[in-house]
């Protein structure tokens, strides 16, 4: 079961309802480009940043995504055995904060690493996390944050994860627990030869 293409009930005017169903452009169930390994890529409908370049100029509309129960995304995402990490993409996960938040959490409950990108900045989402809950609680619930928009001009295809050099892999539990913004580092390793070469 994928999303991607799937044309389901659609949001029009209404709001993102609760915290029970997502609105999906669609799903990427074995992609290697959002963040480090194999990982499940959920990209949200509806991006209000509307950066020039946009690698997902159909994600930007706030309707037309596939309305969707987040326990269908949950059961798609665990009939996958070989995935542990999950990203948010879109769109804007921002900008559907509560049904991210719920997502996302009983991801971490279930063990999953979970990336989110986001066109925001993460002084800003902290910013706004003190008066909205749900943007609080998206922040408490992943690991990395990829923030800032896409920056045609500082494009690089040499970057790993980020579209731009103006975006930042961001250590979110680091950066909430000291208070100031803590950049990702991947894990470094060394490999040893062994001994009988
Ligand atoms: S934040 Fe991402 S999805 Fe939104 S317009 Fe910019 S590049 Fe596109």
């Given at each position: 079961?994928?999303?991607m293409?799937?044309t389901?009930?659609?949001?029009g005017?209404a ?27 959920v ?7 509307g950066?020039p ?19 269908d995304l ?7 055995g070989?995935?542990?990490?999950v990203?948010l993409?879109?769109?804007e996960p921002f ?16 063990g ?8 925001y ?16 609680d ?11 928009p896409f920056?045609?001009?500082r494009k ?12 930042r ?8 627990r ?6 990702w ?13």
């Amino acid at each position: 079961m994928h999303f991607m293409n799937e044309t389901l009930p659609r949001f029009g005017d209404a709001e993102i309802p609760d915290s029970t169903h997502i609105s999906l452009f669609g799903t990427v169930p074995d992609s290697i480009v959002d963040g480090p390994g194999l990982r499940y890529a959920v990209f949200v409908q509806g991006c209000s940043h509307g950066c020039p370049g946009c690698h997902n100029p159909e994600s930007q509309p706030a309707e037309g995504g596939t309305v969707t129960a987040i326990a269908d995304l949950l059961a798609d995402i665990e009939a996958n055995g070989l995935v542990h990490d999950v990203t948010l993409s879109g769109g804007e996960p921002f900008e559907q904060p509560a049904a991210c938040a719920a997502l996302a959490r009983e991801l971490k409950r279930r063990g999953y690493g979970v990336w989110s990108y986001s066109g925001y900045l993460y002084e800003d989402l902290e910013r706004r996390a003190a008066e909205e809950p749900a943007i609080a609680d998206l922040l408490d619930a992943i690991d990395v944050l990829v923030d800032g928009p896409f920056v045609e001009s500082r494009k690089s295809l040499e970057l790993k994860w980020c579209g731009s050099s103006n975006q930042r892999l961001i250590d979110v539990p680091a950066t909430r627990r000291t208070g100031s913004v803590q950049l990702w580092h991947p894990a470094s390793f060394t490999l040893e030869r062994p001994a009988n070469w």
